[in-house]
């Protein structure tokens, strides 16, 4: 589909899916199972070392930001380069605002957070560590929710293809 000059897909490409679906696994491993950060984090606070299992976990969890902040800036890239689908007809305008919105900030924090803690990390800015453990994550947490809440809302209430667009095409 067009609109003036500029190409709107009818759907997101294979590619854009997949780097989607594996930001989104990864996300949610760093979410719900930040253990190993966080015992390195208390270690350090308390005892101003961490031990090597201790380093070993927390290292897991900074390369899935790692991970996370490459496939998002693919995520961007191809973006740019393929387009996005438009958004459904039956979105009323107010909505489609707040998705637009609620995007960039998605973007903007899976960016920000992994940035966030290599400076915690890797650089030992506690400020930037409380940061990226108490306020983004909270922040990404409610904007998560509110993703998964406005794709369920176009499946069941607007039955539009939003959510089959991200996942099967």
């Given at each position: 589909m067009t609109r003036g000059a500029t190409y709107y897909p009818a759907s997101f490409s294979l590619a854009q899916r997949v780097l989607h679906w594996l930001t989104a696994v990864l996300v949610f491993f760093n979410l719900l199972l930040p253990d190993g950060m966080n015992e390195w984090r208390k270690a350090i606070r308390r005892a101003g070392?961490?031990?090597?299992?201790?380093?070993?976990?927390?290292?897991i969890h900074a390369y899935v930001g790692f991970a996370i902040i490459a496939l998002v800036i693919l995520r961007l890239i191809l973006r740019s380069?393929?387009?996005v689908p438009p958004s459904p007809p039956e979105e009323p305008a107010l909505f489609r605002l707040g998705a637009k919105a609620a995007h960039a900030a998605l973007y903007v924090l899976l960016i920000t957070m992994p940035?966030?803690?290599?400076?915690?990390?890797?650089?030992?800015?506690?400020?930037?560590?409380?940061?990226?453990?108490?306020?983004?994550?909270?922040?990404?947490?409610i904007l998560v929710g509110a993703h998964v809440l406005g794709a369920l809302v176009h499946h069941f209430y607007w039955k539009s293809d939003v959510l089959k667009r991200m996942t099967m095409g």
């Open positions: 070392s961490a031990s090597t299992d201790q380093v070993a976990s927390a290292n380069v393929q387009g940035i966030s803690g290599v400076a915690a990390y890797y650089f030992g800015y506690g400020v930037a560590g409380d940061l990226h453990a108490d306020v983004l994550k909270v922040i990404l947490w």
